[in-house]
């Protein structure tokens, strides 16, 4: 009897469709959906409007494309405007869009809610009150223009440029603003990274030089997730439908979770580990692949560094393959089943099955890891190296169904004005003590300023709430209200949110169908770039009217932020006296501002390949095609990019090292243009790298200092951390050597599909769905402890606690509690987001500081007749206020998982009691900056940082060097 194999059944699926006259849709979703209308009919579609049933009554839309900007994966959205109101009806999937294709998660189409939300901020607010007061006026854009260009303006005259600082939360575009902020020679870039993925990206980058995965889940064989990317990894959607179209052909999900995620429901083999194991049973399938000889030895030969690590750390061997296999199995056989059985809790049985599914893999091993272990634990970067290590021993790396540096499948044009690297170095953001993290370390900022080490006069938030989002928000609030400290604070947000209550200025920004941005990401082995636009514009203008501005198709004044930036620019240097209006100034109409249309017009005529051919057939301009589109697939099937040939010819006065590696006085080899090479500064002479010889032949190699796969890291022996120079289990923050007997550990990572970190609470649609956070708790762990769902427990930190309800659950590791942070928002007065925002009362003593829930939130009149209909009162509990920073020594990651005690609910505790002491929080940020080992006392060559390492905003070379030992290092250069 022969069994029908899943992949079969796909075929066979299609193969009926066809039959039956039916296509598929052309376009890049390559897929059968009926539901999509055809780009030929995009100008006037037509459908019956169901609210006028039974009366067939047409309705006639304009359908034009934009991008989603509900998380990071950027999915296509077409909105269906309808001709008649020139209102968006409704936002559905682009099929136009290579990465989502035509699909999205339930964010998507919630898009509608955002922009016709009843609560927005529709105009430019200016504080009149004293900070968090809640006193507003609205003021013209003009004012709020004037008065901050002319701070920043004084700043940059007075040699204050590092008390400029814009920190983004969700960027959702490639670098506009970084440049703006180059074009002003500040070094004022912070990221909301260090709370989110630097850790994982540390550990990809140590191996590759690139810091993200781009899995091909959809040929795969195997898939290993450390993650829940079926409801809300990295580029979510893109992926989750990859992931299933791979398990439909066949592939074995293995999934790496605590707690029982959607995603682990999928899964062939779920297991759920102590925290922080992770490493360990990665390492225990590496020696089972070692031992049996199930890697790919050719591979590792080729592309390892090992003749660099046998050179250095075991000078007396022969440099030989042998030699280094040997080393390789003695270095991990410590690692058995047994052990990391011991470390995890899961069975060797178990995770020999495992390591024998992963075998058969061959070089369709596909993983991925990204917050989830590595986000929650201290030495969270080795969770992503040892993942990354099965590929590099399978060979899985830029094959079919492996795993590609991400820069590869994924396009950035080369913008109209490149600002040059920024002449300083900012220390608020790039502190010493860091100098190997992977991204600003963003949320030690109120720590920061409170050491004396910097004062800020001009500070932006966007799309960035960090009173609610980051650890430790009280010390955010302490360091808002102190004037001192932050001179002008101006939120950018289209919505209310806690940090914004603290603001000088709340400044209105359009959501994602209302400003323009591109963006490209890595959602699998292709290269395409999409397009945001404001909608209701493009329609417009579709229609041959002209609009200058976003703010005259968008409600009220909200504006977009790429006319923001180039006004703001534009009126810091009126004159063009400081260098800074040339950057935002038109190349067509030299002497005027330049114009979004001509900045995207000159990047889509000038930098996309293909574009210009693809829009000469339709009879269109790249401009228009994007407009009319929304996305561009670049390139298709990009491969393994590392093995392309250097010409040698093309290089200029070429040397080799003693390991293969090649430099050039050649600026950028033309063959270099597909391929990301290493940035390192050039040596005295000039020269850059230009490839690494493998088996005779100048290979483009990887972007890492050895050119290879780097199995060694030098970077990490030279600054100061000789111990895990290779891939290595680190005990972290929450091992069991390191609780008391009636500490568990709690798992606060883990986001609810269905909401956006911030933005989410004004989306009636998702709130509806999910609007609670409760304490996830195992029967035997609740047994203990006396505790059944519904119950009040209080959840002790290190600071201070929360009281949330429990949920009892066999979905999590008994002894382990799990609450996710995607929820708990509050306002402090009836001002703000009514539908997922409790009231609250603030408490205030010294460093103590409390949250008393007022109301929860209630049926309430407005402009849509929804709000009457509002039936929920929970909102969650905010539990991110009562966590420490804990800032891993190494990649600078905010150590998400908390030590806590779980106990029942005192008498006098209410849900969504929250108190912390700030003088704790800052005790604990002291302890974990004693863990670091700073550039000062071990930096190798006197910089602040390895000058190859990823690091946005890069200033000039000259400005890495740390000024101390600046004049000795001459002295001895
Ligand atoms: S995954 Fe969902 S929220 Fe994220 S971009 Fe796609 S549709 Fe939007």
Not at 628 to 650: D, H, I, M, N, W
Request: aromatic content about 10%.
């Amino acid at each position: 009897m022969s069994v029908d194999k899943p992949a079969d059944r796909v075929n066979s699926a299609r193969e009926e469709t066809e039959a039956r006259g039916e296509t598929f849709y052309p376009g890049p979703s390559r897929t059968h959906l009926a539901a999509y209308p055809p780009k030929e009919r995009w100008d006037d579609w037509t459908e019956l409007d169901s609210q006028a049933w039974p009366r067939r009554k047409e309705r006639h839309y304009s359908l034009v494309p934009t991008t989603c900007f509900n998380c990071e994966s950027a999915c296509g959205l077409l909105a269906y405007i309808d001709k008649a109101t020139g209102e968006v009806q409704k936002f559905e999937g682009n099929p136009e869009h290579p990465g989502s294709r035509g699909r999205n998660c339930a964010k998507g189409p919630a898009t509608l809610n955002q922009i016709t939300d009843p609560d927005r901020i529709l105009y430019p607010l200016k504080r009149t009150g004293k900070r968090g007061e809640g006193q507003w006026e609205r003021v013209s854009w003009d004012d709020a223009l004037d008065d901050i260009a002319g701070r920043i303006r004084k700043a940059i005259i007075e040699g204050r440029r590092d008390e400029i600082m814009y920190h983004v939360g969700r960027p959702g575009e490639d670098g506009f603003t970084e440049r703006i902020l180059a074009a002003w020679g500040v070094d004022g870039h912070n990221s909301h990274t260090n709370i989110c993925s630097s850790a994982s990206r540390e550990g990809y980058q140590l191996w590759m030089g690139l810091d993200r995965p781009s899995p091909d889940h959809a040929n795969a064989k195997v898939i290993l997730l450390i993650s829940a990317h079926l409801e809300s990894g990295h580029y979510f959607n893109p992926h989750a439908q990859r992931v299933i179209d791979g398990k439909a052909n066949g592939a074995k999900l293995i999934v790496f979770d605590t707690r029982l995620s959607h995603t682990a429901t999928h899964a062939d083999h779920w297991i759920a580990p102590y925290p922080g194991s992770e490493a360990a049973i990665l390492l225990s399938i590496v020696n089972y692949l070692l031992q049996n000889n199930l890697y790919n030895r050719e591979f590792v030969r080729r592309w390892w560094n090992w003749e660099e690590y046998l050179s250095v750390e075991f000078p007396q061997l022969e440099t030989s393959f042998a030699n280094f296999e040997r080393i390789l199995r003695e270095n991990y056989s410590e690692y058995t089943f047994e052990f990391a059985a011991k470390e995890s809790g899961v069975e060797a049985r178990v995770l020999e099955e495992i390591a024998r599914t992963v075998a058969t893999a061959g070089s369709r091993f596909s993983s991925h890891n990204w917050r989830s272990a590595s986000s929650g634990i201290s030495g969270g970067w080795s969770v992503a190296r040892c993942l990354f290590m099965l590929n590099a021993l399978l060979g899985a790396i830029a094959t079919e169904g492996g795993v590609f540096p991400n820069a590869w499948n994924k396009f950035v044009p080369k913008p109209i004005y490149t600002p040059p690297h920024p002449r300083m170095w900012n220390e608020t953001t790039w502190p010493r003590e860091y100098p190997l993290s992977m991204h600003e370390m963003s949320f030690l900022l109120p720590h920061l300023l409170r050491d004396g080490r910097a004062r800020l006069d001009v500070y932006f938030t966007r799309v960035y709430n960090p009173v609610w989002t980051n650890p430790d928000g009280f010390s955010w609030i302490e360091m808002l209200i102190d004037q001192s400290l932050v001179g002008c604070y101006i939120a950018l947000t289209p919505t209310w949110n806690e940090t914004a209550y603290f603001a000088d200025y709340v400044l209105p920004m359009g959501h994602g169908s209302e400003r323009h941005d591109i963006h490209s990401y890595e959602t699998h082995d292709s290269q395409w770039l999409g397009f945001r636009q404001p909608v209701l514009k493009a329609a417009r203008q579709r229609d041959g009217e002209k609009i200058d501005d976003t703010r005259e198709v968008n409600p009220g004044e909200v504006w977009e932020e790429n006319e923001f930036w180039l006004e703001l620019t534009w009126r810091i240097d009126p004159d063009a006296s400081l260098g800074i209006r040339p950057f935002a100034e038109s190349k067509n109409n030299p002497g005027s501002r330049l114009s979004v249309d001509e900045y995207y017009e000159w990047i889509f005529d000038n930098s996309v390949p293909g574009l210009p051919e693809a829009a000469a057939k339709e009879k269109l301009s790249p401009l228009d095609f994007m407009r009319r589109y929304g996305a561009f697939e670049v390139r298709r099937k990009v491969g393994a990019l590392y093995e392309q040939s250097v010409p040698t010819e093309e290089l200029e006065d070429a040397r080799q090292d003693r390991f293969g590696r090649v430099y050039t006085k050649t600026a950028r080899p033309a063959s270099a243009n597909t391929v990301p090479l290493p940035t390192m500064a050039p040596d005295p002479e000039g020269r850059r790298f230009a490839g690494v010889v493998v088996d005779g032949e100048l290979k483009r190699g990887f972007p890492t200092p050895s050119g290879r796969l780097e199995f060694y890291s030098q970077t990490l022996s030279d600054w100061g951390w000789p111990e895990y120079a290779i891939p290595t289990y680190i005990k972290s923050h929450v091992h069991p050597d390191n609780l008391e007997d009636d500490q568990t550990v709690l798992i606060s990572t883990f986001r609810l599909p269905v909401q956006i970190h911030t933005r989410s609470a004004n989306a009636k649609w998702l709130d509806e769905i999910a609007h609670t956070n409760p304490l996830w708790i195992h029967p035997d762990h609740a047994a203990q402890l006396e505790i059944k769902t519904g119950d009040l427990v209080r959840v002790e930190t290190e600071i201070g606690y929360y009281v949330v309800r429990a949920w009892v659950t066999e979905g999590i590791r008994p002894g382990i509690v799990a609450c996710s942070h995607h929820m708990g928002r509050w306002k402090l007065r009836e001002q703000g987001q009514r539908q997922l925002m409790a009231t609250v009362k603030l408490d205030h003593q010294g460093s103590e500081w409390g949250i008393k829930r007022e109301q929860g939130v209630a049926p309430y009149q407005s402009s849509d007749p929804d709000t009457l209909r509002i039936w929920w009162s929970d909102v969650g509990v905010h539990q991110n206020l009562t966590f420490p920073v804990h800032p891993d020594p190494i990649s600078g990651m905010h150590c998400w998982h908390q030590v806590v005690r779980v106990k029942k609910a005192q008498p006098e505790d209410n849900y969504g009691d929250i108190s912390v002491d700030t003088q704790k929080s800052r005790d604990v940020y002291k302890k974990w900056l004693e863990m670091t080992r700073p550039a000062d006392k071990y930096s190798p060559d006197g910089t602040r940082r390895p000058y190859w390492m990823l690091r946005p905003l890069k200033p000039a070379p000259e400005f890495y060097r740390l000024p101390e030992r600046s004049k000795e290092l001459v002295g001895a250069d």
